[in-house]
């Protein structure tokens, strides 16, 4: 008989190790069965895969009556054994057990945080360091991981350059929400200045320093030096928001090209995410799959038909009329010049054009600075992207690379140019057309398992009074 | 004729557009050079690869006079032409310009502060916005991406996931340097509590917290749960250190194996070094070329050599024997119980060795909490890995999974395991055995590029007194 050493449970179940072949898995409990017949049951997970394997341990083992009848959830064991097709449903491979070593117990199965019994999501949350080896937070860690890579792959195989914007940043121009100050002062013995103020000169960086909100300034500079770049990094608020949809410290991603205009980017943003999305419906279809059982049945088939879809693409102007002549009444009243709220881009997306919607050129009022003034003088070349299930999924720009408009649009926003001088030099030589756009990588996460809060898509949330672990 | 729409001059010098093609390519002018002939020749410079692309502009133009002649350095273009072999050394390809199309001038080419002359590194930092357009940057930024999608390469092909660790955290307790603190206290009126104390409970997360020193105590929670996983994302270290090895904010892969040894990590820290040197002689030649020609003449054949050797390992106890042994004056002398100097390990991997090494089995007293006590009772499985050139590039442990072992460690080193109670679950509940290490990124990078200052190779780096831009 061939014998295979450590493997994954995933390679066994997905017929890569032969059968007949002995190998050893290791991993943990998740649960334990006996038979009258003397036969105990146990299904072994290690993560490599949504499903646990069954092993099929005989009481002729040294250790059955000792340990094997024992073992709890959340045990974790190593169990050595020969690789059959599996009689029951649900598998088409098994293990009958030759050896169960047991590696580590459960210190008491009935307080064991994890112990077999559903928990509710609230509850996981608590126990944050223990919910990954639940089968949703599991499944969560692995649609993570997979659109992480393809998001990477797709823009390492399109010649896109990723940078590390800062984390730490002196600079709060772009007022997109309230940031974390850094710092290294004895809070107990604040130095102050001869005015009598806290002396940042004092501190670590010389001068008042925070936790970056956006990392695009920074990829602009890369841009206009390497063509094509993003971002995969955290970015952070401190915004007192508990809603489902708000963490204080969160992932984006932010690709940044020049030569590049509104349209560019708004294919850029729809390529982007019907290649991730094709990379998890085909690499992570069990975790889908429980996914579209257990939290949300649309799961698998948004995905499916998002990848299918056209793009529609408006106006906000005309979006606006639509939205008036819908004749429905919404919460919040619609009038050329308004933000949309969440119930209006859903409308769009899941009833007026049942599709993913790109809606461009907003007012220049309720956009920031650096998007660059449509020729019109009221709009400016924003977008954002609407997802039927989720409203805004995607918000990018093309940027102003005109020096004067740009100086304008600073001091009629109350930024003073001199604070940007830096990122005005990027238009006093060689400018060029760019635009880019962020995404959410939590808020993507969310949308593709369907769970309602991002907090359950991050390992370790952070959010207000909230940072444990 | 053919018509190619805009393409990267990574293309055209590559031979993806065909001879005789007509293609757009748009950067940045590097050098304008005129004959007497006539005709100008421009090197235009995308980022897309090393080299610029030569276009070679007839007078005939109807901006020759206006506009090519007037081209300067940082100039953005648009210049369209007809794929040629280039009778000229050092580029197989060249365009036989049709058009030009100015797309942004240089506001004045004599204070343009990358003009084409050579600038100190020192000064290229203070224009850290600008410093990608010039060769040496632009290199250090594709080979660094290079590194990045081979390191995510490498962990998605061998069955790892990617898990966020958090940047915001309440924990200091691995004491691994100082930390920045995170608040959102109005500084100049900061709570008081009523024994006078700061009052962190009116903080944003209701306790005082810090930006993270590391990942690995977040890592082992999933490794606990999924067995196989890494983090690569930043980290933090308020130490006031102005050498050229030291970050504030720096990037850090960290992966976690359970039911993994010492030797199961070292033996991945050799296959991922391997893989990600592999990946950058393969896919950034151009860049390396530059590096070993100006900056560091061995850049490509240390890492040919790297991917080529077997790892040494020895212990430390041998190691500290073989310093003794080697006569050799050191600047910090050798005896059992000291932590490794810089000059102790470039001896051990340069003269002794003369390949890579890793360390193992340091004193438990230098080495950290979380370390697994050996059977001696006076070391722990640490390793180090000392590369050739740059000395310790990668530190990592096998964990203590034992909880007793652990809570005694903690204690003897002043650490109270209430504080830490959520990481002795991980213990508690089916412990394993566990190992992982850390790789600092911009040392990687530095390694790779034989750039000899890590502020060189991030792109905005955080440093004592420095955080611009």
Same mark, same amino acid.
């Given at each position: 008989?061939?014998?295979?050493?450590?493997?994954?449970v995933?390679?066994?179940?997905?017929?890569?190790?032969?059968?007949? %072949?002995?190998? %050893?898995?290791?991993?943990?409990?998740?649960?334990?069965?006996?038979?009258?017949?003397?036969?105990?049951?146990?299904?072994?997970?290690?993560?490599?895969?949504?499903?646990?394997?069954?092993?099929?341990v005989?009481?002729?083992?040294?250790? #059955? !009556?000792?340990?094997?009848?024992?073992?709890?959830?959340?045990?974790?064991?190593?169990? %050595?054994?020969?690789v059959?097709?599996?009689?029951?449903?649900?598998?088409?491979?098994? *293990?009958?057990? @030759?050896?169960?070593?047991?590696?580590?117990?459960?210190?008491?199965?009935?307080?064991?945080?994890?112990a077999?019994?559903?928990h509710s999501? =609230?509850?996981?949350?608590?126990v944050?360091h *223990?919910?990954?080896?639940?089968?949703?937070?599991?499944?969560?860690?692995?649609v993570r991981?997979?659109l $992480?890579q393809?998001?990477?792959?797709?823009?390492?195989?399109q010649?896109y350059f990723?940078?590390?914007?800062?984390?730490?940043?002196?600079?709060?121009?772009e007022? &997109?929400g309230?940031?974390?100050?850094?710092s290294t002062?004895?809070? =107990?013995?604040?130095?102050?200045?001869?005015?009598?103020?806290?002396?940042?000169?004092?501190?670590?960086?010389?001068?008042? %320093?925070?936790? @970056?909100?956006?990392?695009q300034?920074?990829?602009?500079?890369?841009a206009c030096?390497?063509?094509?770049?993003?971002?995969?990094g955290?970015?952070?608020?401190?915004?007192?928001?508990?809603?489902?949809?708000?963490?204080?410290?969160?992932?984006?991603?932010?690709?940044?090209?020049?030569?590049?205009?509104?349209?560019?980017?708004?294919?850029? &943003?729809e390529d982007?995410?019907?290649?991730?999305?094709?990379?998890?419906?085909?690499?992570?279809r069990?975790?889908?799959e429980?996914?579209? !059982?257990?939290?949300?049945k649309?799961?698998?088939?948004?995905?499916?038909?998002?990848v299918?879809?056209?793009?529609?693409?408006v106006?906000?102007?005309?979006?606006?009329?639509? *939205?008036?002549?819908?004749?429905k009444?919404?919460?919040?009243?619609?009038?050329?010049?308004?933000?949309?709220?969440?119930?209006h881009?859903?409308?769009?997306?899941?009833?007026?054009?049942?599709?993913?919607?790109?809606?461009?050129? #907003?007012p220049?009022?309720?956009?920031?600075?650096?998007m660059?003034?449509?020729?019109?003088g009221?709009?400016?070349a924003?977008?954002?992207?609407?997802?039927?299930?989720?409203?805004?999924?995607?918000?990018? $720009?093309?940027?102003e690379?005109?020096?004067?408009?740009?100086?304008?649009r600073?001091?009629?926003?109350?930024?003073?140019?001199?604070?940007?001088?830096?990122?005005r030099?990027?238009?006093?030589?060689?400018?060029?057309p760019? $635009?880019?756009?962020?995404?959410?990588?939590e808020?993507?996460v969310?949308?593709? @398992?369907?769970?309602?809060?991002?907090?359950?898509?991050?390992?370790?949330?952070? @959010?207000?009074?909230? &940072?444990?672990?």
């Open positions: 008989m061939q014998i295979m050493n450590y493997v994954p995933a390679d066994v179940l997905h017929g890569k190790a032969a059968v007949d %072949t002995e190998v %050893t898995v290791r991993g943990w409990i998740r649960t334990r069965r006996d038979s009258k017949a003397g036969i105990s049951f146990l299904a072994i997970y290690d993560g490599s895969c949504f499903d646990p394997i069954q092993a099929v005989p009481n002729e083992l040294n250790n #059955y !009556q000792e340990e094997v009848l024992r073992l709890t959830t959340g045990c974790s064991v190593e169990v %050595t054994g020969t059959v097709e599996s009689p029951g449903q649900g598998q088409a491979y098994e *293990l009958q057990a @030759t050896n169960v070593k047991v590696v580590g117990w459960v210190e008491d199965a009935d307080t064991y945080p994890m077999k019994t559903r999501i =609230e509850y996981l949350r608590e944050a *223990l919910r990954p080896r639940t089968n949703v937070i599991g499944a969560v860690a692995r991981n997979c $992480a393809a998001i990477h792959r797709f823009y390492h195989e010649g990723w940078v590390s914007a800062p984390l730490i940043t002196a600079s709060d121009a007022g &997109a309230e940031m974390f100050r850094v002062l004895d809070m =107990e013995n604040l130095p102050r200045n001869d005015k009598g103020a806290v002396d940042y000169n004092e501190d670590f960086f010389g001068k008042e %320093t925070f936790l @970056t909100v956006s990392g300034l920074n990829a602009e500079a890369y030096a390497i063509s094509k770049v993003y971002t995969f955290p970015t952070f608020r401190a915004e007192n928001s508990n809603t489902s949809r708000h963490l204080a410290e969160f992932w984006m991603v932010e690709p940044e090209v020049a030569f590049a205009e509104l349209d560019d980017v708004a294919k850029l &943003a982007m995410l019907k290649f991730v999305f094709k990379a998890v419906l085909e690499e992570r069990d975790d889908l429980f996914f579209a !059982q257990r939290i949300d649309e799961a698998i088939s948004r995905l499916e038909k998002f299918e879809s056209d793009f529609a693409q106006d906000y102007t005309d979006a606006i009329d639509i *939205l008036i002549k819908s004749g009444k919404f919460e919040f009243p619609v009038e050329w010049g308004i933000d949309l709220a969440s119930e881009e859903r409308f769009l997306a899941e009833e007026h054009f049942n599709a993913p919607v790109i809606v461009k050129n #907003y220049k009022d309720i956009k920031a600075f650096y660059r003034l449509n020729d019109d009221k709009t400016v924003a977008m954002d992207v609407l997802a039927p299930g989720i409203g805004e999924i995607i918000g990018g $720009a093309q940027r690379e005109r020096l004067d408009v740009l100086d304008e600073m001091r009629a926003m109350n930024i003073d140019p001199e604070h940007m001088n830096w990122y030099d990027l238009r006093r030589y060689g400018t060029v760019h $635009a880019g756009f962020g995404l959410g990588f808020r993507l969310s949308y593709v @398992t369907g769970m309602g809060n991002v907090r359950d898509v991050i390992p370790f949330p952070r @959010t207000p009074r909230s &940072a444990n672990f």
